[in-house]
């Protein structure tokens, strides 16, 4: 069985534009491609190259799915620091994704576990084709918080201290969030995991020794079938 495979580039713009190109042709390849998004400072300028490459290329987006990975609870859609702003502004508007295409949790919903429970279905009509992650400065993916155990499907997460400090917030207060689980991530056909950001070293030494625990829930990872890591050198310093 196959394992993640690493790539090492030099700078976070190399990054971008590999993690865009890879976007670009899983569309491309299928352009009924439901590509599971995350959201912050990782995949943001991929992002931004991802739609100006599908313009520039011709591409259709017409059949294109996007899911959200996860979501912070109590937030309005339209609140700065919301999730749902965030990728509808970077990828669901500029590409006119409707909303019959667009699997996202709601953060203003009444019930969230009502909301995860109707997410959960989605999932399981529409498969995950490429589920972008970025490298969370705890171990995280998505709202998969480290601790002695994991949820396979999406749920309500209790916020870690360290997500608290999420750049995205700004200093807005959360408890909870919504996220798929990883189950849902492992069931994706292929991921594509952005390992790059300041303040990441001490977790990116400990997910590099490929040592599979819950505790950081990124080096799950080290089992997917088919996944790809772009690791930002500049981001680490060689571990001596």
């Known amino acids: 069985m196959a394992q993640l495979r690493t790539d090492t580039v030099q700078s976070f713009e190399e990054l971008s534009r590999a993690a865009a190109d890879r976007m670009i042709e899983a569309v491309a390849g299928n352009p009924a491609a439901n ?79 009502q909301e995860v429970r109707r997410v959960r279905e989605q999932l399981r009509e529409h498969l995950i084709d490429l589920c972008v992650l970025g490298f969370g400065r705890n171990g995280h993916l998505g709202l998969n918080e480290p601790g002695d155990w994991l949820y396979p499907r999406a749920h309500v997460a209790q916020i870690a201290p360290a997500t608290k400090l999420h750049p995205l917030l700004k200093s807005n207060r959360v408890e909870q969030g919504m996220t798929i689980g990883m189950g849902d991530i492992f069931a994706a056909r292929e991921v594509l995991f952005l390992v790059t950001g300041a303040g990441k070293q001490e977790v990116y030494e400990q997910w590099m020794t490929e040592e599979i625990t819950t505790r950081c829930p990124a080096s799950l990872l080290w089992l997917h079938p088919s996944a790809v890591a772009l690791v930002d050198q500049s981001s680490f310093k060689p571990k001596e």
């Not at 599971?36 to 011709?58: K, T």
């Open 35 to 113: 590509l599971c998004l995350a959201s912050g400072g990782s995949p943001e300028l991929a992002y931004r190259l991802f739609v100006e490459g599908v313009r520039a290329r011709g591409i259709d987006t017409t059949r294109m799915m996007v899911t959200k990975l996860d979501e912070w609870c109590g937030f309005s859609a339209e609140h700065e620091s919301s999730c749902e702003r965030y990728l509808q502004e970077r990828i669901v508007a500029p590409l006119s994704i409707p909303p019959c295409r667009y699997i996202s949790f709601r953060p203003d919903a009444e019930d969230y576990e």
